[in-house]
């Protein structure tokens, strides 16, 4: 069956339905990851968007449920230049096409994506509509893209109920709180692996409950740090989260964020975010840590930045910027053992060449074995 | 960190002569490293053996030094040149082993000159089996259990502990000569010992065999900072077992999920970090199709093959950057030439997907076994880019110029199916196809996964193209706008379409344009579209957007057609034509568009022309690029028989052909034609005929008389040429000529066996420059491009050149030629004849250039645009004599091919080239000897001389000059006799046939050090003759199979003194 992709901007792409058959607004957004599709579509931060993937050739390796980076595939929308019928690999559990149906997402192959990507990148992300509608009006499909905007999605992917998670090597050695604002998976298997006992909570929960720590028979254990994760939207409508945010940082205790967290953090204290013209989405991202002098090769996914300049000096430092353009890619605070990045260290899908900073908040938090 | 300041003179070494294994990539590597070096303010001495490469250009480097590549004469290089520095990674293996034996020897210490980049330390952790089994252990990167070892008892002993089949790889060995599979003991013993022999270290590896795991590649570069990257990853079609060289190879990974493909480019940066490279590595991982395990297969740490397959893929400089590394420079200081705004810091996304496909020389060595193993066999290879895998194979297969045009060969229509599975375990060249064909004939794709190991998810690729030509068969007549469009988005070229729906090639053209299918061209830009780029570095697609740059820059635009993939008798030179014409179109202020779809060439580098387009050099393929840019002219001189098959087909489009027209071509190529030229210029030539069939061609050759040349017409080196003695070999030559369909009538010529002289021409319409006139030493018979050549000539009188010169202007006038012209004389009889013409670049052209520094590509690219040699500057007739004598020698990669018989004749067999610079002859060929690494008896020495009756007189005075020397001389019976009775002192030793010790024990015994054996005639391989040359090859005895190279090496001895070479620095000439 024939799709349409209809963009704000006017601009219409023609192509095949793949996925659920059925009309979805959403932002569209472009990534440059040639791997990680699933981890891709099942990455919370990309809820109530669409997502043009720059390499055309998708669906090659299937999917399997082993590389789910949530419970469910939270993008709205996947559009690819060509999807592979079969999937091949020793993981495979099924394809990607089928995939796409049972978990209704809807999709358009036969896109030229380079354009659609260049059409981006000009002039930034914006909404869109994909259709199997022979015919469509053009004023009402418009009237739809402008009045769509990505909100509430934080509520919308974060869980219902905190979830303890066993550390999966070395015995129990620290006890992490991570904030689910739309983590990924393997935020919780980074930290367990290196001996952490995870207890992710829902975005909303205040901050009290979490300093208050975790209860072990009838008594409280406090928490050695607090992860902040990544997730959805733009950082400021999160008001309440951010008030929690600011009474964890005032706490003193250890925290980490990545992606949103940094950006929830930087403006619980006082620095603003802006929205990208097309932000940064890929597993190419040159970051260089400017305390080490060093470049590392991150995995991104963000469409909101941290303006540097709103940053107090005296409150927190840019430790990290992307090599690319300069923008912010990550914050030493002032207050001991608080720092944050913008990109992912998790990784999955992309390069894993900044997980040692998990290492680095393992060892800000102290004590434990290797103290 | 910025550059190093105490950096200011470097010695660059180059890779030497193209061989199998390392071809062309070294050439735009050192080419690319050395501007990189000099945009630094950087002094740079270059030194390689090879003078048909762009980096022996005097613009390229300070200094050059086209020298042997070997510790004496780069040792003399450093004395005279005192570099500061010396950068070893960019010369490949050559390069890399030369600079570890001068860091050895202490000869670096010596003068003080450091190893830039990589330290030697990191080098040999690299490339010593066990050094870098440790170190890979120390990091947890698993490797093949693996052992290495130094004889063949201690081979066998750890194959019987591990279990067989087992790989046996040589240490410190181009292309892993030497190797092999072995699945029992007796064939691990014979490929242990060749491998023990062929090591420099006299070590081979023997390993488990993971032969059918994926192979995958990854392209990784560091600096002295730490920071590292990778560049792009690359997954063979082939699975483990085929060496990477003659693999499929698609970029980036295609079947591995996230997981798998960060595994391993995690484990390539760890690798590269741990070993402590600074600048390009190449790590190749076998990975289990069916779990996570995997195994470090090899590392080089240096810029190889695959870098230049990944920079061409990615549009990454690999080898600019690993120069700027060197200097001292980190990746983010670095800009991103692509973008001009981001750095070289961040790794290559794709959004398209390249294939490349090797070109292997099966064609030319009809004899040789097909089969693909360790050991590298293709001489070149095609790389094609397109938005699906499906496309970038139907481009790359067109590219190969092997006349199959999709992913079907027509012979294997004749095979019942069971036969087509049977084909299925063969490991060769044609598995692609015959793959296809099983696939056609409805074998499971598991079934074809199951037997060969390849991918279901190529398989299914591959399924998907044959049901496209279903679909295409089934709408016989015309086919719908949808079908259409399908299969040119899978790049299937109209004539295929063609021929699938039953109609004519311009007939689906027209129809595709009704449908409004037409094609557009995308951008390589190393970032997906990311950042704006502006890279003129284009491919085609049938999307939508057409991205090349269609602004009109005032000047007029001139499209410069490439020479495709290296083949035997089309190499490097012709790319370093094309990109000369280039540069000097350039310099007249003309918009140069290339079209070429060689990864390893200079040509496509995107920086060289203003427009790179990387397609198959195909009428259809080059057409969409000629509507797009609608070129004021094109130029079709100097990329070899490729180009010039198009000239037709261009002029048909409409497009001026810049000098030389299509019908001075033809006219040169024709045999009726072009006797009829010679006629009306009252020259001489070899009576012949041209004729089609078997029949024709015996009644021709008993009219003129045997001995005959028997040749197709339109070839390449010689393709097919035999000399032919009598009617048994011009029944066994139609033969073969035959096996493949011949557009073209086949010529039968008198043979004379004279003097071979060959001269470069450049003709403007009224004079002719003739730079020089080169010498053969072989006697006609032996291939121009096989002979060694001398320049100036030594032998030809005044009276002659004036003759060659009256010929080539008359020639050239009347063939219309306005170019360059190259012409191959005889001189037999005391009269000059021609052989053969050439209205185009020939090998010779780069070499001629650099040692009479006459700008010869330049003055006929000037000249093509209608200027005067008058105006030029470099003046006309016959250009002055160098002071230096230059001798051009040969160089083959016998060695790599089984059963190619290393006998030379009228085929073109070598792969490469050296040169020999020097005051006079004999030295000149001593150096040159020294580069092609043949060495010439010393006294003490032994040479075993076999001959063939013709030769036997000839042979008494070589044998005695030996003998002078001090050489013992061994000789077969009849051989042995003669010298015996020519008074020459002689030792008897046993035919092949003969009870041990024989010739072939003696051979193996390595106390031979020359063979001298020349070949009866024709193309049976069960000759004794075949045997001993073979055997020669394998036990790297050097062997030579014409009685002039014989004389040629004895003048070397008796006449040259290593002593006395004395480097010389070319652009002092």
């Known amino acids: 069956m024939k799709a349409t992709l209809i963009l704000a901007n006017g601009a219409v792409f023609r192509g095949d339905a793949i996925g659920a058959l059925e009309e979805r607004v959403c932002e569209m957004v472009f990534n440059t990851s040639m791997t990680g599709y699933q981890e891709i579509l099942t990455d919370p931060s990309y809820a109530g968007q669409g997502v043009v993937m720059s390499y055309p050739l998708m669906g090659n390796y299937g999917v399997n449920h082993e590389d789910n980076e949530s419970r469910r595939p939270w993008a709205e929308a996947l559009v690819v230049r060509h999807l592979s019928p079969v999937g091949s690999n020793f993981r495979c559990e099924g394809g990607l096409g089928d995939y796409l149906r049972q978990h209704n997402i809807v999709g358009i192959q036969g896109v030229d994506t380079r354009a659609l990507t260049k059409l981006l990148r000009s002039q930034g992300t914006m909404n869109g509509m994909i259709t199997c509608a022979e015919h469509f009006h053009v004023q009402e499909v418009m009237e739809k893209l402008a009045a769509y905007r990505v909100s509430g999605t934080v509520e919308r992917v974060t869980r219902e109920e905190p979830q303890v998670y066993a550390p999966t090597a070395g015995s129990l050695d620290r006890r992490v709180a991570l904030m689910d604002y739309g983590v990924k998976q393997n935020m919780v298997e980074c930290l367990r692996k290196r001996g952490c006992e995870v207890t992710v909570f829902p975005a909303h929960t205040p901050a009290a409950e979490i300093l208050r720590g975790e209860r072990v028979g009838a008594d409280y254990v406090p928490y050695d740090g607090v992860m902040l994760s990544n997730g959805p939207g733009d950082p400021a409508d999160n008001v309440d989260i951010i008030k929690e945010v600011r009474a964890l940082y005032e706490s003193g205790i250890p925290l980490f964020a990545v992606c949103l967290g940094h950006q929830l953090l930087a403006l619980a204290t006082g620095a603003k975010t802006h929205k990208m013209v097309f932000g940064h989405r890929g597993g190419n991202h040159p970051v260089k840590d400017l305390e080490a002098g060093r470049c590392f090769i991150t995995s991104q996914n963000h469409g909101y930045v941290v303006d540097g300049d709103t940053v107090d000096p005296a409150v927190a430092r840019v430790s990290h910027v992307n090599v690319n353009d300069g923008t912010v890619e990550g914050l030493k605070y002032s207050r001991p053992n608080c720092f944050t990045v913008q990109f992912h260290p998790e990784a999955s899908p992309g390069p894993e060449d900044t997980e040692y900073l998990f290492d680095r908040f393992i060892a800000s938090m102290g004590g434990g074995r290797n103290a | ?1069």
């Open chain 2, 1 to 1069: 960190m910025p550059k190093d300041p105490s950096i200011k003179k470097v010695l660059v070494l180059g890779s030497g002569p193209i061989v199998i294994g390392q071809a062309a990539e070294f050439d735009y590597a050192g080419t690319q490293a050395c501007r990189a070096l000099k945009e630094e303010g950087v002094e740079v001495v270059l030194v390689n053996s090879n003078p048909a490469t762009i980096m022996t250009d005097k613009d390229i480097a300070d200094h050059v030094y086209i020298e042997p590549l070997n510790v004496d004469s780069v040792t003399q290089i450093i004395q005279m040149e005192r570099p500061d520095s010396v950068l070893p990674t960019l010369g490949g293996q050559t390069g890399l082993n030369l600079a570890m034996a001068l860091h050895e020897n202490g000869t670096l210490a010596k003068y003080g000159v450091r190893l830039l980049g990589t330290s030697p330390q990191s080098i040999h952790k690299a490339e010593d089996r066990q050094g870098f089994k440790d170190c890979m252990e120390s990091i947890g990167q698993p490797c093949v259990t693996s052992d290495v070892v130094e004889s063949v008892d201690g081979a066998a002993a750890f194959a019987e502990q591990i279990g067989y089949p087992v790989i046996v790889r040589p240490a410190y060995t181009l292309g892993g000569t030497g190797g092999g599979i072995a699945y029992d003991e007796p064939s691990l013993r014979e490929i242990a010992d060749r491998g023990i022999h062929l090591s420099r270290v006299g070590q081979v590896l023997i390993e488990r065999c993971i032969a059918g795991w994926k192979e995958i590649e990854f392209e990784v570069m560091r600096d002295s900072a730490g920071n590292v990257i990778q560049i792009c990853s690359m997954e063979n079609l082939d699975p483990v077992g085929v060496h990477t060289g003659d693999s499929i190879v698609v970029a980036p990974t295609q079947t591995l999920a996230n997981r798998e493909y960060q595994m391993l480019r995690s484990a390539a940066l760890d690798i590269i970090t741990a070993l402590g490279i600074e600048g390009g590595c190449n790590c190749q991982f076998a990975l289990n199709p069916d779990s996570y395990e995997y195994a470090v297969i090899e590392v080089n740490p240096r810029v190889s093959r695959s870098s230049a397959l990944a920079s061409k893929a990615t549009g990454y400089p690999i080898a600019k950057v690993a120069a700027k590394i060197a200097l001292g420079f980190t990746l983010d200081e670095i800009p991103n030439a692509v973008t001009g705004k981001t750095t070289a810091c961040f790794e290559p996304t794709l959004d398209y997907c390249v294939l490349k496909i090797p070109r292997l020389p099966f064609d030319k060595f009809t004899t040789a076994s097909r089969t693909l193993g360790t050991q590298m066999k293709a001489t070149g290879e095609v790389m094609a880019i397109a938005n699906s895998f499906e496309g970038a194979l139907m481009k790359a297969i067109r590219s190969l110029e092997l006349n199959v045009r999709a992913l079907r060969l027509p012979k294997l229509d004749e095979y019942y199916t069971d036969e087509i599975e049977d084909l299925l375990v063969n490991v060769d060249d044609e598995r692609l196809f015959v793959v296809a064909e099983a696939l056609r004939r409805g074998v499971s794709p598991r079934k074809i996964n199951s037997i060969t190991k390849m991918d279901l998810w190529f398989l299914d690729r591959f399924k998907n193209i044959i049901d496209m030509e279903e679909a295409l068969i089934r709408c016989k007549g015309e086919p719908d706008a949808d079908a259409l469009r399908r299969a040119k988005e899978m790049c299937f070229a109209d004539s295929y379409i063609g021929w699938l729906c039953q109609m004519e090639q311009k007939d689906v053209k027209a129809l595709r344009e009704r449908y409004g299918i037409v094609p557009s061209f995308k951008m390589v830009d190393t970032c997906a579209a990311e950042f704006d780029a502006e890279t003129p570095y284009y491919y085609s697609s049938y999307d939508g957007e057409n991205e090349a740059d269609a602004r009109d820059t005032g000047k007029k635009k001139v499209l410069v057609l490439g020479s495709g993939p290296i083949r035997i008798g089309q190499g490097i030179e012709f790319d370093y034509c094309s990109v000369h014409s280039v540069w000097a179109l350039k310099r007249l202020g003309y918009e140069t568009i290339i079209v070429n779809n060689n990864p390893e060439t200079v040509s496509t580098d995107f920086d060289v022309a203003d427009k790179l387009y990387f397609e198959p050099l195909t009428a259809e393929d080059v057409q969409n690029i000629v509507e797009q840019e609608k070129p004021w002219g094109a130029v079709v001189q100097f990329g070899g028989q490729t180009a010039i098959k198009l000239a037709k087909a261009l002029t048909d489009m409409g497009v001026p052909i810049l000098g030389t027209s299509s019908d001075g071509v033809d006219a040169a190529e024709d045999r009726e034609r072009f006797d009829e030229i010679l006629n009306q210029c009252h020259i001489p030539r070899a009576k012949g005929q041209t004729v089609f069939t078997t029949e024709e061609a015996l009644r021709a050759a008993n009219e003129i008389g045997y001995p005959v040349l028997v040749r197709p017409s339109y070839v390449l080196g010689g393709q097919g040429m035999e000399i032919a003695y009598n009617d048994r070999n011009i029944t066994d030559f139609m033969r073969i000529i035959n096996l493949t369909v011949q557009e073209h009538p086949i010529l039968i010529d008198k043979y004379l066996m004279g003097r071979e002289v060959e001269v470069d021409g450049v003709f403007d319409g009224e004079d002719l420059l003739i730079p020089g006139i080169m010498e053969h030493v072989e006697r006609a018979g032996v291939h121009s491009g096989d002979s060694i050549s001398v320049y100036p000539s030594i032998h030809v009188e005044d009276k002659h050149k004036k003759t060659i010169e009256r010929y080539t202007h008359d020639l050239a006038k009347a063939l219309g030629v306005i170019g360059l012209i190259n012409i191959q004389f005889i001189i037999y009889d005391d009269q000059v004849y021609v052989i053969e013409v050439n209205p185009r670049s020939s090998r010779t052209i780069p070499y001629i250039s650099k040692v009479t520094g006459v700008p010869i590509i330049d003055l006929a690219t000037k000249v093509m645009l209608g200027q005067k040699l008058r105006d030029l500057g470099w003046g006309y007739g016959l250009y002055r004599e160098a002071d230096y004598f230059a001798v051009k020698m040969p160089v083959f990669s016998f060695e790599k091919l089984a059963d190619v018989d290393t006998g030379l004749g009228p085929e073109m067999k070598s792969t490469g080239e050296v040169l020999g610079i020097a005051e006079s002859f004999p030295q000149a060929l001593l150096k040159a000897f020294k580069g092609a690494n043949m060495r010439a008896p010393k006294k003490g020495g032994r040479i075993i001389l076999t001959v063939k009756d013709e030769d036997k007189g000839e042979a008494v005075g070589i044998a005695r000059g030996f003998a002078d020397l001090g050489v013992e001389i061994l000789a077969t019976e009849g051989t042995c006799r003669t010298l015996e009775k020519a008074g020459v002192p002689c030792t008897p030793v046993a035919r092949v046939s003969e009870a041990h010790p024989n010739i072939m024990d003696m051979i193996a015994s390595g106390t031979i050090d020359l063979v001298i054996n020349t070949p009866t005639r024709g193309r049976r391989q069960n000759t004794d003759g075949f045997k001993i040359r073979r055997a020669a090859v394998e036990h790297s005895v050097g062997c030579v199979t014409a009685i002039d190279t014989a004389r040629a090496l004895l003048t070397a001895r008796q006449q040259g003194r290593s002593r006395d070479l004395q480097a010389i620095d070319i652009t002092k000439i």
